[in-house]
């Protein structure tokens, strides 16, 4: 991420006069990791904290990641922003670069809803069941694909035979 977001973090909790105490307190994380969020010296920092600094310091993540945070853009939340949900955090960086390339608020929101159903698509048909668990027990147990195979097979033949 831009080095941007961690100087605003710290520049807009120093402006509000809150420690690294108690604004990691508030927060959930410990003084540390903020200290080293602020610093642009932490390995990885999820959405969700980034998300929840923002909510806290009542800031759109939009300016907390493009703007030079000052006391003059501080006052309140831009309303003509791109403003996303918690669920929708992980593409975040989707509506940022869509804004980038000129695409409107609706459009950005077109685009999200879209890869949340090619998402949710895509986990539906992962989705492990029953005969999942019976072919790793099988596999487990031992027994090859091959036989896995023919096992089915007579399987559905006795079916067959059946009706």
Do not use: C, H
């Not at 831009?78 to 403003?83: A, P, Q, S, V």
């Amino acid at each position: 991420m831009d080095n941007q977001i961690w100087e605003n973090l710290r520049k807009i909790r120093k402006n509000k006069n809150k420690s690294l105490k108690e604004v990691s307190n508030s927060i959930g994380i410990n003084t540390s990791s903020l200290s080293r969020i602020e610093t642009g010296n932490s390995p990885s920092v999820s959405f969700e904290t980034i998300y929840n600094l923002a909510d806290y310091y009542n800031v759109s993540l939009e300016k907390l990641a493009t703007s030079n945070i000052n006391e003059e853009n501080l006052s309140d939340k831009d309303t003509d922003e791109i403003t996303i949900s918690r669920e929708e955090m992980p593409y975040y960086s989707l509506a940022i670069e869509a804004k980038k390339e000129g695409l409107s608020v609706e459009d950005t929101k077109n685009l999200i809803l879209l890869f949340r159903k090619i998402t949710s698509e895509i986990q539906r048909r992962n989705i492990k069941d029953k005969y999942f668990d019976l072919a790793l027990k099988a596999k487990g147990n031992g027994i090859s694909e091959a036989e896995f195979s023919s096992m089915v097979d007579i399987m559905i033949k006795n079916k067959e035979n059946d009706n």
